[in-house]
């Protein structure tokens, strides 16, 4: 260097602190995924390649555009309709029992193998995967439960299915499910839940006999409910139906008495905050602060689900850590939200698992892993 030449002077960046006690949570700490739908949770190369196998005829021969068909994130999915209707292809695809076994044991073997899931509920609804009746319910439940015991027996992880109930099906056809549910109970069905589009031919009381019967044989019940219909269905669903846990139910947070009723009955809300924002069901990060803050105050109990990890392309412990890094959620928060994931599961021994500590930190891996 000249000894005329002056050196730079080195540019010094503020360090952004942190809020204290924010942060990651331990990846070896024990966690249930209990909102997981099937239709959300296999890769799309996976998806791809069962479509093809069972010779379904897709809108495009192009693997990308298949891609961006049954993933969220495009304008046309950012609204809940738009996102709902991302299930039209993967539900057709996942309809036939063959179908249905490979998708449960990839989402059930991954979410242990991606993410140190140690207990995973997974939903679907049998009758829309059983092409308007040609397929029977039972071998569609069956495939769904082999697949479960298969990816069980390669891991270390407990897998329940969850039957979904539809808003827009007539009480009849919702009921054959019930019974279904009911009949495949000692067999690895934990629970049901009700979910879909607001339909003015829904009644909520029309299901309380049937729910009860549910829980009488020892199901668990969670209803979707408190996302994007009225927050006074919320209070109807816990009086009529009186559920475990809500999916989702951020709508809780703007009313003080429904946040007491839940407090009250210790419901769990099951919230997923990516597949809120996208939905717009909540507008931004800081109104999920004002929501989390407001769930506290209530003592109102909740754990962290992803609706759907492939469709949109998160995993349980990314919502964890976005929550930390917008300073919603502290570590022990964290912590807490995990504890509540595995304490309300309707799995059986769920709390019985636990990560091998020789496992250390859970590895990245690619989305499309097979």
């Known amino acids: 260097m000249s000894p005329h030449r002056v050196a730079p002077k080195r540019v010094v960046k503020a360090k952004i602190e942190k809020p204290r006690g924010f942060g990651t949570l331990n990846p070896a700490t024990p966690i249930a995924e209990l909102h997981c739908h099937l239709g959300g949770s296999v890769t799309p190369a996976i998806m791809w390649g069962i479509a093809h196998a069972q010779g379904i005829r897709l809108p495009s021969k192009d693997y990308w555009a298949f891609r961006k068909m049954i993933t969220a994130g495009s304008k046309r999915t950012r609204s809940f309709n738009g996102y709902l209707d991302l299930f039209h ?59 479960a015991d298969r990816a069980a027996l390669e891991y270390p992880v407990k897998p329940g299915i969850i039957l979904i109930l539809d808003r ?29 589009r607001e339909s003015a031919n829904f009644k909520v009381a029309e299901y309380k006999r049937m729910f009860r019967a549910a829980r009488k044989a020892g199901l668990g019940i969670t209803v979707h409910t408190g996302e994007s219909g009225p927050v006074s269905e919320m209070l109807e669903v816990v ?68 609706d759907g990890p492939e469709m949109l392309q998160t995993y349980i412990r990314d919502e964890l850590a976005a929550l930390g890094r ?36 859970a590895p990245r891996v690619s989305r499309e892993e097979s």
């Open 89 to 147: 292809w993967t539900e057709l695809i996942q309809s036939s029992p063959i179908a249905v076994e490979r998708s449960v044991y990839e989402v059930v073997a991954g979410a242990y193998r991606k993410n140190h899931i140690t207990t995973m509920e997974l939903r679907f609804n049998p009758m829309k995967r059983n092409r308007n009746g040609e397929q029977d319910l039972d071998h569609i439940i069956a495939a769904a439960i082999r697949g």
């Open 168 to 196: 827009e099906f007539t009480l009849r056809q919702n009921e054959i499910i019930v019974e279904k549910a009911i009949a495949w109970a000692s067999r690895g069905i934990v629970g049901i839940d009700i979910a879909g």
């Open 239 to 306: 009086k009529q139906l009186e559920p475990d846990r809500i999916g989702h139910g951020v709508k809780a947070a703007g009313d003080t008495k429904t946040m007491k009723v839940l407090a009250e009955r210790k419901i769990v809300l099951e919230i997923c905050p990516t597949s809120n924002l996208m939905t717009k069901v909540v507008s931004d990060w800081e109104e999920f602060r004002q929501i989390f803050t407001r769930l506290r105050e209530g003592k109102v109990r909740y754990a962290i689900g992803t």
């Open 326 to 361: 917008h300073g919603i959620l502290s570590v022990a928060e964290q912590e807490a939200a995990a504890a509540t994931s595995i304490k309300s599961s309707f799995v059986k021994g769920a709390a019985a698992v636990a990560i091998p500590r020789s496992e250390g930190a």
